[in-house]
């Protein structure tokens, strides 16, 4: 599997569209994961309106000399489990992943002579290094965005209970600091049922792309565009952590290879129990699919409504946000892009 650099600032069709007003300028900043955490967080989704039919222009624009022929490596690179490594798949890249984590502890090793003398700009390199030795997408999935993922799935259940306590802990502060009394009848459970709701919503953090596939691609021979429409979606903004639900749309163009077509929405739904925004959840989700299947192209669309939008704030409780993420064909010619926008209808609503 060749490992492709991530390209930050590149990434999608909005972030590659060098003209930009203030808002792509915003949206660009909240899509890179630091834009701003909870001060800026009314900015970035009130921004995200039905305006965003202008991402289309914008992805025609990114069409230019920079798109063609490179695959994109779209997934900021948030922190990373560093015990997370992709499974090596070949005998060669099982040597080459040998030498190269030999090459690592080497380096860990000098670096931690480095940093022990107390500098700054080491500890900030080898963290970088870390990060260059992710894949485009984590196969195994568990650590992105979250570096306690890993410990999650794997806690006994003695952590596991612990873990519930503590958020039935915060939930229950929560009840009290805004004014109610925690031990009325109607609330005694509520901290409980929150915490199991929370771990619900978020269960994606235990999965992975590769268990979910399970080895459901099939050499079809086949070559023409799949889509699967109106994949129901229900995620939570890592803003406000409140949800946003919505439709998403899924199209690819085999390279003789399919995949079982109900991975599609698994995919989705894994990548959509997580802490999200929607431009990263919709960006996730075709990269998953280009990776593991290697197509000539993948298009993915979201169109949601979001609650911290529609609830407070802004309060435009009939906005639609629609995010895209075309990959390879689909970004490289407008054809394809338009057959797939027809095929699932997006412009017509
Ligand atoms: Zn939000």
């Given amino acids: 599997m060749p490992q492709s650099e991530p390209t930050d600032g590149r990434d999608t069709p909005i972030s590659s569209a ?45 069409n230019g000399p920079h798109g063609d022929g490179l695959r994109r490596s779209s997934i900021s690179k948030p922190g990373r489990d560093r015990r997370d490594e992709p499974e090596p798949r070949t005998k060669r890249q099982k040597r080459e992943k040998r030498d190269k984590s030999e090459k690592r502890r080497q380096t860990a090793a000098d670096n931690d002579e480095a940093s022990s003398s107390g500098s700054k700009r080491d500890a900030s390199r080898s963290r970088s290094l870390a990060r260059l030795e992710s894949p485009v997408i984590d196969f195994d999935g568990l650590s992105r965005p979250s570096v306690g993922a890993r410990d999650r799935l794997e806690e006994d259940p003695e952590a596991a209970a612990a873990r519930l306590d503590r958020i039935k802990g915060a939930v229950r502060t929560i009840l009290e ?80 290879a399919v995949i079982g077509i109900s991975k599609l929405p698994r995919i989705a739904e894994m990548f959509a129990r997580r802490l999200q925004i929607q431009e990263r959840l ?13 197509p000539q192209g993948v298009a993915v669309v979201m169109e949601s409504s979001h609650l911290c939008m529609v609830m407070r704030g802004v309060q435009k409780t009939s906005s639609t946000t629609v995010t895209s993420c075309m990959l390879g064909c689909f970004e490289r010619r407008d054809k394809t892009r338009n057959e797939f926008l027809s095929l699932i209808n997006v412009n017509a609503r």
């Fill in 18 to 62: 060098s003209a930009g007003g203030e808002g792509k300028a915003k949206r660009r900043k909240s899509k890179n994961g630091n834009g701003g955490g909870g001060s800026g967080s009314g900015n970035s989704s009130g921004k995200r309106e039905r305006g965003d039919q202008d991402d289309e222009a914008m992805a025609k624009l990114a």
């Fill in 177 to 256: 600091c805004v004014g109610e009394n925690a031990d009325r009848e109607g609330l005694l459970a509520t901290p409980e049922r929150y915490a199991k709701a929370m771990l619900y919503f978020t269960r994606g953090y235990e999965q992975n792309v590769l268990d979910i596939v399970n080895g459901a691609i099939f050499q079809e021979g086949h070559s023409e565009m799949v889509i699967v429409k109106d994949v129901d979606v229900y995620s939570v903004c890592e803003h406000h952590l409140v949800p946003f639900t919505g439709k998403m749309h899924i199209g690819y163009i085999p390279n003789n």
């Fill in 282 to 294: 919709t960006k996730e989700v075709a990269n998953a699919i280009f990776e593991v299947l290697r």
